[in-house]
């Protein structure tokens, strides 16, 4: 089972910037696509990006298309999350998630999951 480290989150400014990781341990992300997810309190958690194994297909939700970038670095086991125009609304828990082979939108369908790393942005 591949056991997942999410890092680079923080506080920051509404307007600026933040770069998420996801660093793999114990074994690669080869054959393994991605996804990451956030999660406020009281709220399901939801859909933010996806990236399939080989990393030329994204899939991005409607409310960060534009401003966020998900990307992955096979040789390195990690997978990036590039946040920009942050917004207050972008304040949440950040998750990633690996399934094998294929994206999914849906959480219930990855079962590797970080432990999650906060992003608060600040108005």
């Known amino acids: 089972q591949v056991q997942l480290i999410e890092s680079g989150g923080g506080l920051v400014q509404a307007g600026g910037s933040l770069r998420l990781s996801c660093a793999a341990s114990?074994?690669?992300?080869?054959?393994?696509?991605m996804g990451w997810f956030r999660q406020v309190p009281g709220k399901q958690r939801e859909f933010v990006a996806a990236i399939d194994w080989g990393g030329g297909s994204t899939n991005y939700a409607d409310f960060v298309k534009g401003r966020f970038t998900m990307s992955r670095d096979n040789a390195k086991s990690t997978v990036y999350l590039q946040m920009n125009s942050l917004k207050p609304d972008d304040t949440a828990v950040y998750y990633c998630?690996?399934?094998?082979?294929?994206?999914?939108?849906?959480?219930?369908?990855?079962?590797?999951w970080g432990q999650g790393i906060q992003v608060t942005v600040s108005s």
């Open positions: 998630a690996a399934r094998f082979l294929v994206a999914s939108t849906e959480a219930i369908k990855y079962n590797a």
């Open positions: 114990r074994r690669t992300l080869n054959g393994y696509a």
